[in-house]
């Protein structure tokens, strides 16, 4: 059965180990209270065992047995015990009590009185021999005094003994819960103090609680706490610039689909119409493109997905997206080409993002890029590191407005072109997540054009991975 409450979770714990130990300590008790009640019935038999063997006399020849009365009345305690005993010669002879109470198996030294336990008439004992030399017995001499004794007295004894030891293992065990419970009522203040610390109204809900403020072993939980703050901060903030983004964005290119639409409907001829229905088709276009590029930068925030550590050859899905853009190039009179090393460039990131980075990489480039131009994508490894290579000989970017082109949104408007302003900023976005490397430059033996060089570390992968075959070719 599961235990809801802390408290009484922590006082099973507690109290439970405790109350083990004292089991023991019943144990031992009980063994304890077993030998004092030995120790006393003993005593009293050798005391009874004595008293009658002192007694015992020769007169005349004649060894005479006088069994005081005192010797019995030790042993009336009040329990009802029965008392019986036997007194013989050496020989064997008989010469007081009852012939056929049991005597030792074993026989001590002489003087050496000898405890055991027996059974006799359907009663368990507890019984003495003693040996006594009688001064004139001759061959008779010694004599054997066995007494035995029930043990209704001797049972009362440990029972005694063991309520009271029961009776303060009791007491101590309450006292132990009665301490626990005010203990862990102090003890779980401090998680009382921590939940009002959250839920306090005048504090912001994403506010880091003050770790040092708490105990030491509370602190871990205060620092997830404040981790799973930052993440939801991280996720809101997030949302809240898609939001805004995605409101800034849509509304102009909805207003040009509404004018375009106008438009069309007040043409007065076919190839006016025409023309405006042309115009608002490809505002259609560029308008589901900006929409997906929202969605992609969406997904590729900082706390947005759930980390993902996938094993990808980057050669492998380069090759594969340049296959998707090929009719792309053809279209636009583009020289499309692709190079990448024989053995396999193996990164680890998340899949998905990974290819939308590239897919941007060779959109970005293949919208700048003017007819019958060229762009190259290479694939390569740099010592620890892969590297994707995407050059083009497009306008390229000024060196002074490199540093903004990874601005969401921001266009570089002597490029022209169709652009959302999106591309690089996924890109950074991904390379970032991946803990790559992103970096824009002009190819050295032209004044136009760019190269975007991603930088991602390498993975060492096993040989039973698929190794992407060198491709180099132009479309």
């Known amino acids: 059965m599961k235990i809801e409450s802390l408290r009484a979770y922590l006082l099973v714990w507690v109290l439970a180990p405790l109350a083990g130990v004292i089991l023991v300590n019943v144990f031992y008790s009980y063994q304890a209270a077993s030998h004092t009640a030995d120790m006393v019935a003993d005593r009293t038999l050798m005391a009874s065992a004595t ?89 008779a001499s010694p004599v054997t005094v066995v007494v035995g004794q029930t043990l ?38 401090p998680l009382l103090q921590l939940r009002d610390a959250v839920l306090d109204e005048k504090r912001d809900a994403l506010d880091p609680l003050p770790a040092a403020s708490v105990q030491t072993e509370l602190r871990p939980l205060v620092d997830a706490l404040n981790l799973y703050k930052r993440r939801v901060r991280s996720q809101m903030a997030a949302q809240n610039r898609f939001i805004a983004n995605a409101a800034h964005q849509i509304k102009t290119p909805l207003t040009l689909l509404a004018t375009q639409a106008a438009f069309a409907e007040r043409a007065k001829n076919q190839h006016d ?3 405006a229905l042309g115009a608002l088709q490809a505002s259609v276009r560029q308008f589901a493109h900006l929409v997906n590029q929202l969605l992609t930068l969406s997904r590729a925030e900082p706390g947005v997905r759930r980390p993902r550590h996938e094993r990808v050859d ?28 024989k053995d396999p460039m193996i990164v680890t ?46 306008p390229g970017v000024p060196p002074d407005e490199a540093a903004r082109v990874f601005e969401r949104f921001y266009r570089v408007l002597a490029n022209g072109g169709e652009g959302s302003g999106l591309g690089l900023a996924i890109v950074q976005e991904v390379v970032n997540a991946a803990g790559g490397t992103v970096t824009l430059a002009t190819p050295p033996a032209a004044n136009h054009g760019l190269i975007v060089t991603v930088a991602i ?19």
Request: aromatic letters at 4%.
């Open 51 to 139: 008293d009658i063997a002192e007694e015992i006399s020769v007169i005349d020849g004649v060894i005479d047995v006088q069994v005081p009365p005192a010797a019995i009345e030790m042993f009336n305690t009040g329990h009802g015990d029965v008392v019986y005993y036997r007194i013989h010669t050496r020989n064997g002879q008989l010469l007081a009590g009852y012939p056929d109470v049991p005597t030792p198996a074993t026989s001590g030294r002489e003087a050496d009185p000898i405890f055991y336990s027996a059974s006799f008439r359907g009663h368990p004992l507890r019984m003495i021999a003693l040996t006594h030399p009688i001064v004139g017995a001759d061959e």
């Open 152 to 189: 209704n007295s001797y049972n009362d004894l440990v029972l005694d003994l063991l309520q009271a030891s029961i009776g303060q293992q009791l007491i101590l065990l309450i006292v132990a819960a009665v301490v626990v419970l005010v203990g862990l009522r102090r003890g779980i203040a």
């Open 273 to 275: 119409r025409k023309e």
């Open 314 to 341: 980057l050669a492998v899905m380069a090759r594969r997206v340049l296959e998707e853009f090929s009719n792309v190039a053809l279209d636009r009179q583009i020289d499309l080409g692709f190079d990448t090393a």
């Open 349 to 394: 990131g998340d899949e998905t993002m990974l290819r939308e980075m590239i897919v941007n990489l060779v959109d970005n480039a293949l919208r700048y890029t003017p007819v019958n131009g060229t762009v190259m994508v290479c694939v390569e490894g740099r010592d620890d590191m892969c590297v994707l290579t995407v050059a083009d000989n497009g």
């Open 457 to 475: 570390p390498r993975t060492i992968d096993d040989d039973d991975l698929p190794t992407a075959n060198a491709v180099s070719g132009r479309n």
